[in-house]
Structure formats: structure tokens, C-alpha cells
């Protein structure tokens, strides 16, 4: 369960302004939810992604996950809380373009210290789930675009986190692409995980699997 309590955020500017990012946000997220924020950008639906993550702490109210109130934990606990339990999927997807498939994935896993048999069983189950097992030794620079991005999805589910979070995830990618996505969307909905995609983009309108779309205007909840 995600909760998000009273939230107030804002930045400052400079020395005599702030700009309020967020205004009392009240939501709850459920297990196993796909959850689509809907806005424009500048709405504060990537700045409600960044508070689940404890990527940033509200000005006000408390952000909640499992029973967890992050949006008070130290920044070393926040991190752990981000390794153990979010899967990140990001706009341009943030590989390491001279590195192979296989090396991308390893990289989440160091922190971890983890042993070398056991990683290298995690990775190759990962990569067989996203069917991209035979492309484990290609560098990511000589991948196709379909590639890379199932590689991302890789990168992001090969802890296993609980929660998948995807800011503007098709804004850089064609329709057949974004098609693609769409259907790994409704795999991690069936592998049990739940989801939650800030975007503006009219292909998430009709999906047929996700639970709810919230519209995030100047800061607020639309009703």
C-alpha cells in the first residue's frame, strides 16, 4: 500500500519565491494496482513518482509505503528503502550504452554484495523473462530500440521491487514501441507488481488492465 497523507511540496526558487509543486494530495495505492497520473507537464504527477521513491521529502504531511513512513526516514534508509523496493523506468531509459546487457543488469545488484553463482542465476532468469537472454553479451549501443527497452524493464525488475515507477515512459519512443510497452505494463501487472506512470500520453487512455487514472492539474487531484 502506498499512502500519501496531507502532501505539500514545494521548491524554492530563489531567496523571495517559491513555486508549489503539490497541495494537500490525499492517495492511496493499492498492491497490484496500475496506476496511471495523467497531466501536463509541470502538473506534479513526476514530483508525486519522486516522493514514493523517497527521491525528495514533502514540505508537509507524510508519504507511507507498507507501513513505512519514508518521507521521514535518513537518506541512507531511503536509499535502501529505493534498492529494495522500486523498480525505476525512466524516459531514455539510462543505460550504459558501452556495456552489455548482461553488465547493465549487474549493476543494481553491487550494493548488495551479492554471491557471484546467485547473481548470475538472478540476471539470466531476468533476461530470460524479458526475452533478451540471447542478447546478454551485445553492447547496449548496438541494440534496437525494442531491445533496449525490454533491457531497461530488466534492469528495473532484476531486484524484484515491489513497485514499478515510470515517468513519461513513451515520450521518446515510437507507436510500435510504445505498443510494446504497453503489453510489459500488463506482464508486471500479472507478475503481481504494482505500478505507477506519470505521463501525458493519449496511448494510456483505453488500456483495458489499468485500475485507475488520476488527472494531476496545477498541483491538485482533479475530480
Known sequence: MISLKAVK?????????????LKNIDLEIKDNEVVILKGASGSGKSTILSLI????KPTSGEVIVDEKRISKLPDHFASTHRRDNIGFIF???????NLTVENNLLLPLIPNNPDEKEVKNLIEQTMKKFNIFHK??????????GEQQRTAIARAMVNDPKII?????????DENLSKHFLQILKELKDLGKTVVVATHDPIFNNLDFKTREINIKNGE???
Not at 91 to 97: G, V
Not at 136 to 145: A, T
Not at 165 to 173: F, Q, R, S, V
Open 165 to 173: 515507477i515510470a515517468d513519461e515512459p513513451t515520450a521518446n519512443l
Open 53 to 56: 521513491a523517497a527521491l525528495s
Open 136 to 145: 546478454k553479451d551485445i553492447q547496449i549501443k548496438n541494440l534496437s530500440g
Open 91 to 97: 524516459q531514455k531509459f539510462n543505460l550504459i550504452p
Open 9 to 21: 511540496k514545494e521548491y524554492q526558487v530563489n531567496k523571495n519565491e517559491k513555486v508549489v509543486a
Open 221 to 223: 487531484i482533479c475530480s
